[in-house]
């Protein structure tokens, strides 16, 4: 599946969700979307803008290698996804893994 539908998809889920949390992580709220990205509320810290850019990137990280998907966020930091790999990685489990290997 094309990259650009799961984010859609992801986005989708999220903003009718309002949260994402993966296991016992921190959770991310749903603040806002743009033409470019989608901020969330983080537990212990100010809000953060996610670059679809990134997203797209972990996405296309897990269609590469499905193992990704049952590792944590620090993972992302290979596919060169610092700061905002926590939030990233809790909205990219919002799907299945069969979405990624696809």
């Known amino acids: 599946m094309d990259s650009k539908i799961i ?6 889920k999220f903003i009718d969700l309002q949260v994402s949390q993966f296991a016992d992580y921190n959770e991310f709220g749903f603040v806002s979307l743009s033409v470019s990205s989608v901020t969330v509320s983080r537990e212990n810290g100010d809000d953060t803008p996610l670059p679809f850019k990134k997203i797209i990137t972990a996405i296309e990280g897990y269609q590469r290698n499905n193992e990704l998907y049952d590792l944590g966020p620090a993972a992302l930091r290979d596919l060169g996804i610092t700061h905002i790999n926590s939030p990233i990685h809790s909205i990219l489990h919002l799907l299945s893994k069969e979405v990624y290997s696809g």
């Open 7 to 12: 984010l859609g998809r992801l986005l989708q």
